[in-house]
């Protein structure tokens, strides 16, 4: 009787503790380095990478928007502000904007339709100041964009 209960502990608690492990690393990032989310509007019809240039002398910083920062960018998909970088992970939106219009983009992933890839935040090497880009466009630009010489297999 009295092994009953260490044979479950040792059943359930082995894979429980791998996945503890295996994801726990992951799941405490997510959980624990989330900011406040931002907007992204990007001129309806823009494709291409986008720049965001952080901690521009003579720059405005970032206007707010329901509670989120906004960053409207400009014909050339780019732009500078004065504010600095949120560190961390936010759930972010995007738009098409034309005058007042404004379109939802998704950024659902890969085979779903998504149309913002690539996010990430790096510094930039000649003036060490930080910048965060992402390309706009369809799946499919986006794989021609990032190499076009692979064969990448089709979405179901």
């Not at 794989?143 to 990448?152: C, G, L, M, T």
Request: proline letters at 9%; hydrophobic letters at 40%.
């Amino acid at each position: 009787m009295t092994r009953a209960p260490f044979i479950i502990v040792a059943v359930l608690g082995l894979p429980i503790f791998i996945a503890a492990v295996v994801f726990g690393p992951t799941a405490f990032d997510l959980v624990f380095h989330r900011r406040p989310p931002e907007r992204f509007l990007i001129p309806a019809g823009y494709s291409g990478w986008v720049r965001v240039d952080f901690r521009q002398k003579g720059a405005p910083p970032l206007p707010m928007e329901d509670g989120r920062r906004l960053l409207k960018l400009d014909a050339h998909g780019t732009l500078q502000t004065s504010s600095d970088p949120q560190p961390g992970h936010g759930r972010d939106d995007f738009f098409y904007y034309s005058g007042d219009r404004r379109t939802l983009l998704s950024n659902a992933g890969v085979c779903k339709g998504g149309m913002v890839w690539q996010i990430e935040t790096m510094v930039d090497d000649r003036t060490s100041t930080p910048f965060a880009r992402f390309f706009v466009g369809t799946e499919d630009q986006y794989r021609h964009e990032v190499d076009p010489n692979k064969n990448w297999p089709v979405c179901q």
